[in-house]
């Protein structure tokens, strides 16, 4: 990951943070905090964040799809 893809993934992270904060019953931000962690390399943060989007809505297949890299990853 370069410098600047890093920092957009931080900030990408940090708004859809601030999303979840707002509107906490969304699966989606917690798919997108984790797409922000995969692109972080952090595999178990973002696993735990798309356990949480499945618990919202189990069927949010996006949300298997980057749970499926994670795993893959690990």
């Known amino acids: 990951v370069t410098s600047y893809s890093k920092m957009e993934s931080i900030q990408s992270l940090s708004n859809n943070i601030k999303g979840h904060q707002e509107k ?3 699966a989606k931000y ?3 905090i984790a797409a922000s962690y995969i692109k972080l390399t952090e595999f178990v943060y973002a ?3 798309l356990d949480k989007a499945l618990a919202i809505d189990p069927n949010y297949a996006k949300a298997y799809q980057r749970k499926g890299d994670c795993h893959f990853a690990l």
Request: zero cysteines; charged letters at 20%.
């Open 24 to 26: 906490p019953n969304v």
């Open 30 to 32: 917690y798919a997108n």
């Open 47 to 49: 696993r735990d964040q």
